[in-house]
């Protein structure tokens, strides 16, 4: 089984600056990690996923991601956020093989852009 | 390309009363999946179908929640009777097939009950 830890339930950052939102995965077989955005009342979008090959992901809204397989982490970042980036952001696993393909979604990390 | 589509998009009931959402996947999309998402916490899964066969509902309780896709395109997820724990967000997701890495979701349903 895999499961998804996120480290921060919100993280407060003022508009231009730089962010990062943590995420940090246990399982005992090779994995895909993805990341999804929420806004309220919406349901989720993926933002990027990691399958294989690079270990730097980028993806939309000028977000990318760093897998780093030494650390189990995946953490996401934005080198200047908008206010338009306030969201739920939620990581994910599933097994890329040998186990179950259903996703374990992590908790959430609320993204508070202030102006 | 039209996306998932949810209805309602709110409901209120009370406790021990009926409810049944409805979920229309993107055309040509194999797999569905309804989620069951708390405030403050992930969504989790509660039944996959693939076609029109369930292909997990290990986490569905089947003592009140049921779900059916009759025809292999839209979906109904029904509670009967709801507990006030039953509150969440209920999120319609589909994919082209259950191996597939990228889930399309819906605008989710609010559940209330009171």
């Known amino acids: 089984a895999q499961s998804v830890t996120q480290l921060d339930s919100q993280v407060p950052v003022f508009e231009e600056a730089p962010v990062e939102l943590r995420c940090n995965y246990s399982?005992?077989?090779?994995?895909?990690l993805f990341w999804y955005v929420q806004y309220p009342n919406q349901g989720l979008q993926l933002l990027l996923k990691?399958?294989?090959?690079?270990?730097l992901v980028k993806g939309i809204n000028g977000f990318e991601a760093e897998f780093n397989k030494s650390q189990t982490s995946f953490h996401l970042r934005k080198p200047s956020v908008h206010i338009s980036d306030t969201a739920e952001y939620f990581c994910?696993?599933?097994?890329?093989?040998?186990?179950?393909?259903?996703?374990?979604f992590g908790r959430g990390t609320s993204l508070i852009v202030h102006p | 390309e039209a996306g998932v589509a949810q209805s309602p998009r709110y409901k209120i009931i009370e406790k021990r009363q009926s409810v049944a959402f409805w979920c229309n996947p993107i055309?040509?999309?194999?797999?569905l999946y309804w989620y069951q998402q708390i405030l403050g916490q992930g969504p989790k899964l509660l039944i996959q179908?693939?076609?029109?066969?369930?292909?997990?509902d290990s986490q569905l309780p089947k003592d009140r929640f049921s779900a059916e896709r009759l025809k292999g395109v839209d979906s109904t997820l029904k509670i009967q009777p709801a507990k006030l724990e039953d509150s969440a967000v209920y999120l319609c997701?589909?994919?082209?097939?259950?191996?597939?890495?990228?889930?399309?979701f819906g605008p989710g349903t609010r559940l209330t009950v009171l």
């Open positions: 997701a589909s994919s082209l097939t259950s191996g597939d890495n990228e889930q399309f």
């Open positions: 399982s005992s077989v090779s994995v895909y």
């Open positions: 990691y399958l294989s090959g690079s270990t």
């Open positions: 994910a696993v599933r097994a890329a093989s040998g186990g179950s393909y259903i996703p374990t």
């Open positions: 055309s040509g999309h194999a797999t």
């Open positions: 179908f693939q076609n029109n066969g369930v292909v997990d």
